[in-house]
């Protein structure tokens, strides 16, 4: 957005409560890679230049990659200003931040989707001497206690910490609700390769079906890694993890989890399949069936027959519950009436109902790819357009 309001000669500061990169720097666990490849993180003005276009930046990369592309552009970032409220004006909007005050007329929220775990209120009822921690808390296996550990979700962040927390020797069980499962490579090519090629991460906000339930569907089942393999179920059923059914609830030392893992697993495996029949329609179209592998499918989710419906956390030995159950935004700070009664900032495509304020970086918020590194450039484009229009017609929407 800066490089957008730039090129517009708009006057803008960007204030970062921490440094540059700051949810790269203290909320991702030490070994994550990007889940996109390389070459798929396009910011406006700046792509990747070096001779690994198709692997996965370590965190340290990432948060070289922005802090040079915020020097390359010449952001002009306020580090260590945390906004504490913003008002609305006669004329625009008043911020503060614990060193000052400033007035502006407009506004872009750009402070991220996923600033906090969410974590059911069932957390309370587990007994004391089981540490719960989020993705935003866990860093490696040795922060954990030894003995058995429940990870709470299958998405990206659930596979990937099962997968690692298992690795370490701690057993893992992980209860599984709605999840999208995706195959890191299909037909010779990185999925997100196909997704980007296909339209897929271009699908529009406004041209979809039901947009409330796209922006909340969880993120693909995917990893970024050296030998670039697939992580989803099959991978940690062969390794040892145990499969378990949603978590429905924690009463006495006692996990209780859904019956619905079969079904969730079949739906997760036909939306996939749904997905790679997608993908397989548009490379015949565009000619390329001869140039790449044939279409094929994957092995179904392997579920064992009676997945157990419930667990005694103490004698199966768990230690941590790890809730990789989703994030939610905090806007704690934001005190103009836009909120839904589910806590959202109403806005269509990021113009947000309060003339003058944008938003930024949500699932869906104009498109698919709206909440990837590489979803920022057309987002920023369309609304700084909006946003100049809103100043040159003296702040009316
Ligand atoms: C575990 C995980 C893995 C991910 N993997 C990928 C991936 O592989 N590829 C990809 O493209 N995307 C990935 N994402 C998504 C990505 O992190 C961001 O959602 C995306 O980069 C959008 O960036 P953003 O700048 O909008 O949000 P953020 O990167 O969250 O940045 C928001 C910034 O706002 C600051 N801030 C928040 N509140 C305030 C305040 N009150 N005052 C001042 N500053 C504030 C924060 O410190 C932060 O620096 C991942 C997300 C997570 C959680």
Not at 73 to 89: E, G
Not at 265 to 284: H, V
Not at 341 to 354: A, L, T
Request: aromatic residues 6%.
């Amino acid at each position: 957005m800066s490089h957008c309001l730039s090129a517009r000669s708009i006057d803008h500061v960007i204030l970062e409560r921490g440094e540059v990169a700051n949810s790269w720097k203290t909320e991702r666990w030490d070994s994550l890679r990007l889940l996109t490849p390389n070459w798929l993180s396009r910011l406006p003005g700046y792509s990747y230049q070096g001779d690994d276009p198709d692997g996965f930046r370590t965190m340290p990369e990432t948060i070289a990659f922005l802090e040079d592309y915020a020097t390359a552009i010449s952001a002009p970032v306020r580090t260590h200003s945390r906004v504490t409220s913003v008002r609305r004006t006669d004329d625009g909007y008043l911020l503060s931040t614990e060193q000052e005050e400033l007035r502006c007329r407009s506004v872009v929220v750009a402070t991220g989707a996923c600033n906090v775990g969410r974590v059911p209120p069932m957390a309370e009822a587990l007994l004391p001497s089981i540490r719960s921690l989020t993705p935003i808390e866990y860093r490696n296996p040795d922060q954990l206690e030894r003995g058995g550990v429940l990870v709470v979700g299958a998405s990206a962040s659930g596979t990937q910490i099962a997968e690692e927390v298992h690795r370490s020797g701690r057993p893992v069980t992980i209860a599984v609700g709605e999840h999208i499962r995706a195959p890191r490579l299909y037909r010779g090519r990185d999925i997100k390769w196909w997704m980007d090629a296909a339209g897929v991460l271009d699908d529009r906000y406004d041209e979809i079906d039901d947009i409330g339930r796209a922006r909340n569907v969880p993120s693909l089942q995917l990893a970024g890694s050296t030998d670039r393999r697939t992580v989803d179920l099959n991978r940690l059923t062969d390794m040892g993890v145990r499969l378990v059914g949603r978590l429905a609830g924690v009463a006495d030392g006692k996990a209780q989890f859904s019956g619905s893992l079969l079904n969730q697993c079949a739906l997760s495996d036909l939306k996939m399949n749904r997905l790679l029949e997608r993908i397989d329609a548009w490379a015949t179209v565009h000619g390329l069936d001869s140039d790449v592998d044939p279409p094929h499918r994957f092995e179904p989710t392997r579920v064992e027959s009676s997945p157990p419906l419930g667990m005694d956390l103490r004698a199966e030995g768990i230690r941590t519950v790890v809730w990789a159950t989703g994030f939610r935004p905090d806007y704690s700070w934001l005190d103009v009436p836009v909120l839904d009664r589910k806590g959202r900032i109403r806005h269509d495509g990021g113009v947000v109902d309060s003339p003058g304020m944008y938003l930024m970086g949500l699932p869906f918020l104009r498109r698919r790819k709206s909440s990837l590194i590489d979803g920022a450039a057309d987002d920023a484009r369309d609304l700084s357009d909006h946003l100049v229009r809103y100043l040159d017609q003296g702040g009316q929407n």
